[in-house]
C-alpha cells in the first residue's frame, strides 16, 4: 500500500468532521470516502460508456466491477433502456 499526501481545504474538513462517525479515524473514513466515490466514478464511466454504444452491456459490467445481473440493474435503475444487437452478442460471447 502506499501513502498519499493531500491538501484539504477548511470547508471540505468541516464537512468531514460534520460527518464522520465519532470513533472512526480520519484517515480511515477519507479512505473509505474515496473507495466509494472510485466504484462509483466506474459504474459512471460504465453506463456512459455504454449509452454511446461503445461498449455492450457485458463490457460496461466489467468497467463497473459489478456482474452483469447487477449493470442491468444500475441501467434499469436509471430509466436506460438496454439495448442488445447481434454485434453484442457476439463480443460477449468472444
Known sequence: METVSLKLDDEFLRILKEIKQPRMKKQTFIR?????????????MAVKKYLDGEVSTWRASE???????KMNMILH??????????????????
Do not use: P, T
Not at 474515496?34 to 462509483?40: D, P, T, W
Not at 435503475?77 to 468472444?94: A, F, V
Open 32 to 44: 473509505n470516502l474515496l473507495i466509494s466515490g472510485l466504484k462509483q466514478y466506474q459504474i459512471d
Open 63 to 69: 468497467i463497473a466491477g459489478v456482474s452483469l445481473r
Open 77 to 94: 435503475e436509471k430509466g436506460i433502456e438496454l439495448h442488445y444487437s447481434e454485434d453484442s452478442l457476439r463480443e460477449d460471447l468472444e
